[in-house]
């Protein structure tokens, strides 16, 4: 994937989290909530903090500020002396993903599961993926970690897209071949063509029946040590699976997941 590519090169020093799977003291807050209670603002800063549906609307390249939940985080980094990192997060709407976002790594470390922070950035599209870019953010008060959302049924159809970035779960699936660069077939892939080595991520399909998908064990995400990489790694081709993770989005549904177990 070219853009995690360029994130790597960049990076003097990166941090694997295997955290898929500490607030700073309180801030008084005076929210005032608007005639559609869509959109809240922050009193005390003047900043309008946007719902999720807002959020939606927004225009690409726009400014955008929300209030999220952190989820999961990808790892860290310093480019030119400054830290970066890319973030999984979702409220109560919807979710969104941080990407590259400045960040120190004493902050890096606080930023646990259910952290709530007020991110103001640009809303930005890559190869479908809807994210917020050039992010600033402040650690808030608030715990929020989101149970995955069963969208088994929406695999193939055009509203899978609403859930973009979510903690989801699909059941009952069933891995079906997947053929690298020289057109042999496996289980599961390095790299997306094979051309990987233990440590890079995993590439594998499943199968609902109707339809075949890919899905990816990002390795920034979950790493070579964690629970779903080993897991994928036993796939056979036949096996019915039940799977957890987050809905990435690339060209289509490419979901990074965070769980694989047999079918129940």
Known sequence: MKKKIIAALLASALVITAAACGNNEKKEETKQTTTTAATTVAAESNVKVMSYADFKAAALESEVT???????????????????????????????????????????????????????????????????????????????????????????????????????????????????????????????????????????????????FQFTVESYLCGKDTDVYKAVKELKIGDKIDLEGFLYWYNGANPHITSVKAAQ
């Open 66 to 212: 929300v209030e999220t939940y952190i989820q999961a985080k990808q790892g860290w980094w310093e480019n030119e002396g400054v830290g970066n990192a890319t973030f999984y997060t979702q409220n109560e709407e919807g979710a969104y993903f941080l990407y590259n976002m400045p960040c120190s790594k004493e902050d890096y470390d606080k930023l646990t599961q259910g952290t709530k922070i007020r991110v103001t950035g640009h809303k930005a599209e890559w190869s479908g993926e809807v994210e917020i870019m050039d992010a600033t953010y402040e650690i808030i008060d608030g715990n929020f970690v989101a149970q995955p959302e069963d969208v088994t049924a929406l695999l193939g159809k055009d509203e899978l897209a609403d859930h973009m970035n979510k903690f989801v779960s699909f059941k009952g699936l069933t891995v079906v071949a997947i053929t690298d660069k020289d057109k042999a077939e496996h289980s599961f892939l390095y790299s997306y063509d094979g051309s990987g080595t233990e440590g890079d991520d995993l590439y594998f399909k499943v199968s609902n029946g109707t339809d075949t």
